[in-house]
């Protein structure tokens, strides 16, 4: 992210936090339609899709005094999105077929160039959360979101207590969620954390 986009972003969330409407107006403008298409082409559902996104933005709203974002508006905005694209797919997970819903996370990835974009964003943005962790948690986390290892399994494998393999992977997502922002629910840090480090 270039350093004029850095500064962009954070004069907006400073507009937001004050209370200024046309700052809403303008990040609507700026992310709504590339948002709206990435979720109705794994949705199909325009309705649902244009509630979803007006939620997000309402949200951020409600929020805005105590909003703090640390990473890109474009890589948070996408992660919001994609949260919500998945919850209602969880939610109604019985009505729908399994290959669809094993398909989705490239479905909404690549459903836009622009939404390609913020995943890579995003995707870099949580690595170098994780790479700037101490090293014995970096370790932890990985083996239990990459190598999809158990508990148990970390700790046999590094020789430590299951309870120390608890302690590391609260100490990472809990980084991970302070240096997305305090608006980002830890429900969205840990299905994030687990999504993007597959």
Avoid at 23 to 44: D, I, M, P, R
Avoid at 166 to 178: D, G, M, P, Q, S
Wanted: some cysteine; overall charge negative.
């Amino acid at each position: 992210m270039s350093k004029s986009d850095l500064n962009s972003d954070i004069i907006l969330i400073n507009r937001l936090r004050n209370g200024d409407e046309s700052a809403l107006t303008e990040l609507y403008n700026k992310f709504w339609q590339s948002l709206f298409v990435s979720s109705y082409n794994v949705l199909k559902d325009k309705e649902l899709c244009e509630d979803i996104i007006q939620d997000i933005f309402m949200n951020i709203w409600h929020n805005r005094e105590k909003l703090e974002i640390n990473i890109s508006l474009k890589g948070y905005m996408y992660a919001c999105a994609r949260y919500q694209v998945f919850n209602q797919f969880k939610k109604n997970k019985d009505k729908i077929h399994v290959e669809l819903f094993e398909d989705l996370d490239k479905r909404f990835q690549y459903s836009t160039p622009e939404t390609q974009l913020m995943h890579d964003e995003l995707l870099d943005q949580i690595n170098s959360i994780v790479q700037a962790l101490p090293e014995k948690c970096q370790l932890v986390y990985k083996l239990s979101r990459e190598e999809q290892l158990s508990h148990k399994e970390i700790a046999e494998r590094l020789d430590i207590s299951t309870k120390t393999v608890e302690n590391h992977i609260t100490k990472a997502l809990h980084v991970i969620r302070l240096s997305m922002g305090t608006s980002a629910s830890m429900a969205m840090v840990l299905w994030l954390s687990k999504n993007l480090f597959k």
